[in-house]
RNA sequence: GGGCGGAUAGCUCAAUGGUAGAGCAGUGGCCUUUUAAGCCAUUGGUUCUGGGUUCGAGUCCCAGUCCGCCUACCA
């Protein structure tokens, strides 16, 4: 084994290669189809006895962390998909040549060992490596291994790196993941279905957004890209299927920010012979489930230091409530638009004149009280104009019986006592429509000609719920590989 | 779309308008229980791109690219 001598040191891939070449020309194939992993990190950890010094035989294997080589005996540590697991490498444990080939392992490489474990001095649950195997070797070498990586373009264009260093970034994906299965479980025990729904659809219905826009060549005709998942979810009440879900991307063309990703996870869930109280306990039911079988605890620190509280029951306000208690008037609902203008000019709120007065109150409820909404509210009756798909109140029809949930200051979960009614259903539309806000669909209302159950409905922001649950800021933690531009030099 | 900020070694970051540096990583050596291991030596730069001001620009000015934050759009 010669290695080439004119190669540049401080061209950290040229070094690699080198090493790289020098294994094969040995005969040592440096990406291996398979190696066996009998065990990970925590799965070998816990079969260490109790109280004892030395443990059994185990076979990890991971991707080389840290490096502390000392000689004639080494440290390192390897990550797997469940964490950390220290490994001891001893020349005389291994031999000579073995260890001098070991001494040439980078940092990045993916090795899988074998032996026994013990603790060392410090108490470290340790892999005495017997045998070990380089399965894939790393041409490039990992970010800096006390600060990870920080750039935020590359946690996001390469989010592998950030989740090879970068612990955190790692709990927060898991925790979604757990979010989403658990979402699954607590929907499968009562009695719901999982359904598939078009994502290429000819009309975007369900929700006023623009869409993204593509061609369906054999059919020669334009299509969208979904915007929300109702539309199609309600025909599957029609059709008899009374308890349905869907977790999947909603798509909306529109701007990206700290609470807003172009494609975003949506769950709605629909229950036939329910409503928006039923919703109620649903959710409560549901986001309790996580904190039980995924966070264990009820209480969110956020990533500002304040405790969420989702124990218990939750308050409940009406919306009209919230909005006199902020503009402190009572009589807030009889006042002319302009007299609403001159309240949020007073007040610093942004609203183009031209916005018709429910959006005016709506814009005070927005950008004042929902940011205030920290602890979970349900906020209800909801004016009528805001929502064309949900059934209004009996007693005051100026409001429906819907509630929106706000936890963290944002949205989680818009709910309603659905509409179904076809007749007042396309009113509602037409009066949309004036607004050019959705094209009336008429296959959906042909479907709930039919007859659809009087039924509850909730849309869940699955980003916003784990942006919720696991403490951090932006929407851009918890999606793996937010939207971008691309990279014109990848 | 608008405003503000950022871009320097593979990574994390320094550098009054005056010779571009440190730590980690790399390379060579020492070290048989380390914990961001330690010690000695050492390689590494189109300072995002293009113009301009200046005797002299990483630093000042203009334009652009990309990223972030705020804002706008967003039921």
Redesign the pocket.
Do not use: N, W
């Given at each position: 084994m010669s290695?080439n001598n004119d190669i540049?040191?401080?061209d950290?891939y040229a070094?690699r290669l080198n090493?790289l070449e020098t294994m094969r020309s040995a005969g040592f194939d440096p990406f291996r189809a398979n190696c066996e992993q009998a065990h990970t990190s925590e799965q070998a950890k816990a079969l260490f006895p109790e109280g004892a010094e030395e443990g059994p035989v185990v076979k990890v294997a991971g991707r080389l962390k840290?490096?502390?080589?000392?000689?004639?005996?080494s440290?390192v540590k390897i990550l797997d998909r469940d964490g950390i697991i220290?490994l001891?490498f001893?020349?005389?444990e291994i031999g000579e040549e073995a260890y001098d080939f070991f001494k040439?392992l980078?940092?990045g490489d993916i090795i899988g060992v074998e032996g026994p474990m013990?603790k060392?001095?410090?108490?470290?649950i340790?892999v005495r490596v017997k045998a070990f195997t380089l399965v894939s070797k790393a041409l490039?070498?990992?970010?800096?291994?006390?600060?990870?990586?920080?750039?935020?373009?590359?946690v996001?264009r390469q989010r592998y790196l950030d989740l090879i260093s970068n612990d955190d970034s790692r709990r927060v994906f898991k925790t979604r993941s757990r979010i989403i299965s658990c979402i699954r479980r607590y929907l499968d025990a009562h009695e719901f279905m999982e359904v598939e729904t078009p994502i290429l659809q000819a009309e975007a219905g369900?929700?006023?957004?623009?869409p993204f826009e593509t061609y369906f060549n054999a059919l020669d005709c334009p299509f969208v890209l979904r915007i929300a998942l109702e539309l199609y979810l309600k025909r599957m009440l029609v059709g008899g299927f009374d308890r349905v879900y869907e977790i999947g991307r909603n798509f909306?063309n529109?701007?990206?920010?700290?609470r807003?990703n172009p494609e975003f996870t949506m769950l709605e869930v629909y229950q036939a012979y329910s409503d928006f109280r039923g919703m109620m306990k649903l959710i409560r039911g549901m986001v309790q489930a996580i904190c039980d079988d995924v966070l264990g605890t009820d209480k969110i620190t956020r990533y500002d230091g304040e405790i969420i509280d989702l124990g218990g029951e939750w308050r409940e306000a009406a919306y009209k409530d919230l909005i006199i208690e902020y503009t402190k008037d009572p009589d807030w609902f009889f006042r002319s638009k302009a007299e609403k203008l001159a309240f949020c000019e007073k007040d610093g709120i942004?609203v183009?004149p031209e916005r018709e007065d429910f959006e005016v109150t709506n814009n005070v409820f927005?950008?004042r009280i929902e940011p205030t909404l920290i602890q979970p509210t349900f906020v209800t009756h909801i004016p009528r104009e805001?929502?064309?798909?949900a059934k209004i109140n009996q007693e005051d029809d100026s409001v429906l019986d819907v509630f929106e949930l706000c936890i963290n200051g944002q949205?989680i979960a818009?709910a309603y006592s659905e509409q179904n009614d076809p007749i007042v259903q396309r009113k509602m539309f037409e009066q949309?429509a004036g607004e050019e806000?959705?094209k009336i669909d008429d296959d959906f209302l042909t479907a709930m000609e039919h007859g659809m159950p009087p039924a509850g409905g909730m849309g869940v922001g699955i980003d916003r719920l784990v942006i919720l649950l696991t403490g951090v800021?932006?929407i851009?933690d918890v999606i793996l590989f937010?939207a971008?531009?691309p990279?014109?030099d990848a």
């Open positions: 290695q540049d040191t401080s950290l070094v090493k840290f490096i502390r080589l000392m000689g004639k005996a440290f220290q001891y001893k020349r005389d040439k980078d940092l013990f060392t001095k410090t108490g470290e340790t490039r070498p990992l970010p800096e291994k006390f600060h990870g990586l920080t750039d935020s373009e590359q996001y369900g929700a006023a957004a623009r909306r529109e701007g990206l920010s700290r807003h942004e183009d927005e950008k805001l929502c064309p798909l949205e818009p949309q806000v959705q800021p932006s851009r937010p971008m531009r990279d014109k």
